[in-house]
């Protein structure tokens, strides 16, 4: 079976501050990990993707995040948070028969000014 | 412009009253799927298609039916509705049934069933 953890419901950043939003992931073997974005009375929007090969993957709107095969994380991060990027994220794994898609339960991300 | 248009954007209902919420992709996309979204669940797979007339159930099928008669288009039919379908769906496709490929989602479909 595969699931994905985000243990952190909400969370809330000042603007300009560091923000590491948190996934981890149960799979029995290499995983294709997604990061989505949600902002309010939207779909979801890709943020990035991790298939293979480097671990540090970059994505839209300066988000970043880092695969660790050992810890089974997928952190997504953002050196400087604008307030534009309040919303809600979603880590993703894909993998399985019939490519199963498999969401976290999500992290609301407040910022404030 | 590439993408999945769903319809309605909202519908309040009634118990056992039939709806059907369309789905559309202008990609030529093979695999589609519908998910529910609910506070503190996240979204769960409710249908997938993998392509024409190749539909198979998620993780949440119970009360819904799918049926892909062609490419483009991807319904969600709830024959009966009751109270605890009252949700926010989301329709979504992508190139292939390959696991490297992310999702193209729709703005979804906010459903009411009184």
């Known amino acids: 079976a595969q699931s994905v953890t985000q243990p952190d419901i909400h969370i809330t950043v000042s603007e300009g501050a560091s923000l590491e939003l948190r996934c981890n992931y149960s799979y029995g073997a290499t995983p294709y990990l997604f990061w989505y974005v949600q902002s309010p009375g939207q779909g979801l929007q890709l943020l990035l993707k991790?298939?293979?090969?480097?671990?540090l993957v970059q994505g839209i709107k300066g988000f970043e995040a880092e695969f660790k095969r050992s810890q089974s994380s997928f952190n997504l991060r953002k050196p400087s948070v604008h307030w534009s990027d309040a919303a809600e994220y979603f880590c993703c794994l894909r993998g399985g028969t019939a490519s199963k898609l498999t969401f976290g339960t999500g992290t609301r991300l407040q910022v404030t000014l | 412009e590439a993408q999945v248009t769903q319809n309605p954007r909202y519908l309040i209902t009634v118990t056992g009253k039939k709806l059907t919420v369309t789905c559309s992709q202008n990609?030529?996309?093979?695999?589609m799927s519908w998910y529910r979204q609910d506070p503190g669940l996240g979204l769960r797979q409710i249908y997938y298609s993998m392509n024409v007339e190749a539909t198979d159930k998620g993780d949440v099928p119970e009360g819904y039916k799918v049926s892909r008669k062609e490419k483009r288009n991807f319904p969600l039919i709830l024959e009966s509705p009751s109270p605890n379908q009252t949700s926010l769906y989301f329709c979504a496709s992508s190139q292939g049934p390959f696991s490297n490929q992310p999702q193209h989602f729709g703005d979804g479909t906010r459903l009411s069933i009184l």
């Open positions: 990609m030529n996309h093979e695999y």
């Open positions: 991790y298939f293979s090969g480097d671990t």
